[in-house]
């Protein structure tokens, strides 16, 4: 066996060029499968680690999946915000632990700005219940201060002390400023691979503040109340878009549900995280398995390919094969030959695909967290995606059967008559 792995190797080599395409395209077509396969675990992941430790979601009566989508991952927008009433209530129940209520609406500079309380810096936990972490600064503590995630600071420089004025609106390129009123930045939070890196937290009546003189989206004309003024007025909300609730024990979590979303006062829906994630991946499944299944569509062409170049080469190594035939290699060692040469070509392109892929995330994983805010760590290989290269290692192996076959079935006599 040893000295038909060097036979295979040196036949190989004597056609490097053609095979060596071919192997680029077998690498091509793995590093694809595995790059598709490697982005759909980390967006999994990444989903499910945006929030950990929070029990119940609570928002008006909707789509317990939008909810979960414009409250945790910022992305939509909430179609009826819950009272200001029904937030203490729920916080005033003896099986509550904490509350944080979340006020959305407004931006800066594309990212959206989040109304809390300084309770979200104490037990908003994100992955294995890893709590926020500021990596300079401090929460904020007075109307016009905020705190930025760290993808807001790293994009658009911003350090403590810089002031920057808030956007009306989510979207778009022509929103009005809140101009009259700055916020100065007093601390940014450590990088965490959720939306809160690409969030800007302000305090929940500083929300309230910069509408003020405000009314129906655009400022009340004749109306400017300054920032020394706002404190004149009740700043207390009326309205936020979401609660995050935190229970004493988890064994209640489904009676509290119940009770909000019977709730008589207030037409509410209390979510469980896990299970409207769970929703979204039914949606998305389909989704994922086509681009898993476009890939190994790629990866069964570049085989195909391979297959393809052995058997046109078959017509070329006649007299070669009938040389070895005549030296005393057996019917079978010509067939384990031309095998052995396809799963060789395929071994050194799965290798090289992984180097591919290795490269791309030792470059490209910057480019992709910065765009994207999709954080691709460069870790070894998983069981799926090991199985996953088992798979096309045997394909291939299959697949080289038939030029096999065919030298097999290559008479010594047609090898070594001329042809005319």
Known sequence: MPGLIKLALLSAWNRRYSLGLTM??????????????RIRHEVRDGFAQ???????????????LQL????????GAATHNMSWNSAERIAAHPAVAWTIPI????????????????????????GDREPLRLASGRPFADLFETVIGAEVAKQLGYVRGDEITLSHGIGGTRLMEHADKPFTVVGVLARTGTPVDRSVHINLAS??????????????????????????????????????VGLESRAAVFRIQREINRAEEEALMAVLPGVALAQLWQLVGVAEQALLLISALVVVVSLVGLVAAMLTGLDQRRRELAILRS?????????????LEGGLVTLSGVLLGLLLLTALLLFGAPVVEARLGLGLELVAPGLRELRLLGLVLLVSMLACLLPGWRAYRISLADGLTPRV
């Open 327 to 339: 030296s005393g290699a057996r019917p079978r060692d010509v067939f384990a030959l031309l095998a």
């Open 68 to 75: 979960v989508l414009y409250s945790v991952f910022r992305l």
């Open 24 to 37: 680029l395209a077998i690498a091509l077509a793995v590093t694809l499968l595995l790059g598709v396969e």
């Open 207 to 244: 929300m309230e503040a910069i509408h003020l003189d405000w009314a129906g989206g655009a400022p009340l004309p004749g109306l400017d109340i300054s920032p020394e003024q706002v404190t004149r007025f009740d700043l207390e909300p009326k309205n936020i878009t979401a609660l995050l």
């Open 103 to 126: 006020s959305l609406g407004d931006s800066h500079r594309g990212y959206p700005v989040v109304g809390t309380t300084p309770d979200y810096f104490t037990y908003f936990q994100h």
């Open 50 to 64: 945006s929030v950990s430790g929070t029990d119940l979601i609570v928002g008006a009566r909707s789509s317990p």
